[in-house]
């Protein structure tokens, strides 16, 4: 049983199961991170808007019940960390496990997600963290599509599981977006950066 929330609660090191059982009465969002709850502040409108979007696209090729933006990740590393990607495509038999839980925690036991969408929000920590320590926790985790949304550099990266490390293709404007998950896809980075933008 944990003790009232102070600072010194919030800061000591938490395992994955205190961590699972982790209420301090409010509504924020937080991931684990080696142990420590990092607050995840309210995206964007523009970031909201983007992924979103993309699962109204992924939904033309995957049930309903295989999509998500609210799944936590467990990856592994020497302590435990958690990563709630802006949305998730899972597998039939990851939706199948997932069936009647109570909550959205994809644990270590279970299958990985087929494919995970961040969008990055401004500033470097986030870059590092989406571009750098990420993409290591997913490609270890199995995860076998990557797709990294940056509106700041007008770039959507497709990061694809080879042999154990992701390999990255980038798309700019007009190029399309080359995805082995969905082969079918027809989208540019352009209809992804722009999502929910004013037509007028």
């Known amino acids: 049983m944990l003790l009232p ?15 699972l059982n982790y209420d301090d009465g409010t509504d924020t969002q ?3 991170v ?12 523009k970031n909201v808007q983007i992924a979103i979007f993309l699962l109204s696209q992924f939904l033309k ?7 998500t933006n609210k799944a936590e990740i467990v990856v592994s590393g020497w302590r435990a960390t958690t990563r709630i990607p802006d949305m998730v495509v899972l597998t039939d038999e ?3 496990t997932l ?8 644990t270590l036991d279970m299958p990985p997600p087929a494919l995970v969408v961040e969008v ?19 490609a270890a985790r199995g995860i076998s599509e990557y797709w990294i949304v940056s509106p700041q550099n007008n770039k959507v990266s497709v990061l694809t599981l080879i042999e154990g490390l992701y390999e990255e293709m980038m798309f700019e404007g007009s190029a399309a977006i080359a995805s082995n998950t969905f082969p079918q896809l ?15």
């Open 61 to 67: 090729f995957v049930p309903l019940n295989r999509l």
């Open 34 to 45: 080696a142990g420590e709850l990092v607050a995840m502040p309210p995206e964007s409108p």
């Open 94 to 96: 990851l939706a199948a």
């Open 30 to 32: 937080y991931e684990l």
């Open 120 to 138: 990055v929000s401004p500033g470097k920590v986030n870059e590092d963290r989406d571009y750098r320590y990420k993409r290591s926790e997913y």
């Open 186 to 200: 027809r989208l540019t980075a352009q209809q992804v950066l722009t999502a929910g933008e004013s037509t007028h």
């Open 5 to 19: 929330t102070t600072m010194t609660t919030i800061s000591k090191r938490l395992t994955l199961e205190e961590y």
């Open 99 to 106: 069936q009647g839980a109570t909550r959205s925690t994809i």
